[in-house]
Every structure is written in C-alpha cells, then in structure tokens.
Nanobody
Framework: VQLQASGGGLVQPGGPLKLSCAASGTIFSINEMAWHRQAPGEQRDLVATVTYGGSTHYADSVKGRYTISRDNAKNTVYLQMNSLKPEDTAVYYC???????????????WGQGTLVTVSS
C-alpha cells in the first residue's frame, strides 16, 4: 500500500491550488484521510481530515479557505486551497488509515509530501 501525492507548486498570494493523493495497493478499506503540512523549521501540523462518510474537520488557520474531499471509489483525497497566503508555504503530506486485504489490521500511511510555495 502506498500514497502518492501530487499538485504542489508555486502560486501567487490569493491564488488557488488543488492537491490530490491517491492510495494504491491491496486495499480492503480506508477509514480517515487527512492532510498535514510542515513549514521550514516547524513541526508537522494537521490541516484537515475527512471520514469515509464525508465528515470534515479543519485547522482554524485554513477554515473558510481550504476544502478537503475524497472519492472513495478512487481511493483518493483532495485538498482545494483558495486565497492562499505566504504563511501557507509548506510541504503538504497526505495521510490515510488503511486496512489491507492481506492483514486484518488498520495501519497509518503517509504520502511522500508535495511542496506548496506561496510567493509573488
């Protein structure tokens, strides 16, 4: 099982950007999916989570600007980021709690990270 994130890049302040993260492998089920981010010299912080049923939670710093969603048929989680600010610059990591077909336990998986730079 692995997570592959994509969509990062350079964007101007106020602009939008959309991240995607697809899970692949011998997947039986995916529970919670989420995005975290880590700015240079900072700890990794939670950005947003979404349950299998679509319930969402956001960090206060991104509420009203970011939208997390998922496509359960595609095992993919998305993060639509609007009104981006320079302080949103960070490496963004996707996360998923996955149960594989080969082992009846839930494990935490992380994507490789995708860099988002907000700068003029």
């Amino acid at each position: 099982v692995q997570l592959q994130a994509s969509g990062g890049g350079l964007v101007q302040p106020g602009g939008p950007l959309k991240l995607s993260c697809a899970a692949s492998g011998t997947i039986f089920s995916i529970n919670e999916m989420a995005w975290h981010r880590q700015a240079p010299g900072e700890q990794r912080d939670l950005v947003a989570t979404v349950t299998y049923g679509g319930s969402t939670h956001y960090a206060d710093s991104v509420k009203g600007r970011y939208t997390i969603s998922r496509d359960n048929a595609k095992n993919t989680v998305y993060l639509q980021m609007n009104s981006l600010k320079p302080e949103d610059t960070a490496v963004y990591y996707c996360y998923a709690q996955i149960r594989s077909t080969s082992y009846p336990r839930w494990f935490d998986y992380w994507g490789q990270g995708t860099l988002v730079t907000v700068s003029s």
